[in-house]
């Protein structure tokens, strides 16, 4: 009976979306160049969390497909990357309730209140200051579901508002034509594949969610003008912004770096994506 009132609450109470948390990021490996998830640290190897008490992994599935994936850290309730594919530009923005993962919820026959191991839509009620920012961007999505299925907590962060629609805003949009433009894959078809993630700060949202001290994102591609893989990555503090100023695009390598320093992040995308 326990069980059946918090699923009640969950599907009741909060949009949620049918993703999958799995054992194996095997399921959904297609969101990742040459099917290689990357290697943390601590948290992830050979596709598999190395701590499943508090990461988990996530092959996010909206209207049965499987559309990106995300790697959760349910302790401090936000994501650490999610990983998809840029095919396309759909330009609009999706009228759609935010979404939870009810799998991440606990089912232990004990009651609780949703939000255990995920951040929810209360969170950021009377918030001024803090925007829900996409890790996967729903402007980067190729169409009308794919845009939608970014619209889940998993998939967001605490992101200054200012920071989130100035410098960060401009860096997506600004990679986003880039990709358009100059990443293909197999038929000349558009393809990038790319990886968003945030590093945990010391703050946090409602005594609840981590506010991220910095975000990144890096992607890779073939790029058809120059007949060569191309990637190119990005990071800035999660700080208000008076004069947004653009992010400078930087090398994998260096990404990695300060990740290392970081989170001891050991590993990000494929060899066809370093010393380019």
Sequence with gaps: MRLLVIFALLVLGFPSIMAEVVDSFSKCSDFFIKNEPPEIEGVLKNSVSQDEDRYKLICQKYDEQYR????YDIREKIPVFSAYKFTGIYKKTPHIQWMIEPQLEPLDGEMSEPGANQAVP???WNQKTLDRGHL???G???DEINAESTYT???SVPQESSFNSGSWKLMEQSVREFMNSNCRGQNYKILAYVLTGAVPGNTHLNNRVNIPSYMWTVFCC???KLKAWESKAYWAENKEEE???PIDAKKLEELEEFLWKKYKQSSLLSTECYNL
């Design 68 to 71: 990106f994936a995300t790697l």
């Design 122 to 124: 209360g969170d950021y």
């Design 136 to 138: 996967f961007p729903n």
């Design 140 to 142: 980067h999505a190729a």
């Design 153 to 155: 907590q998993t998939n």
């Design 222 to 224: 073939y790029n058809a």
């Design 243 to 245: 004069d947004p100023k």
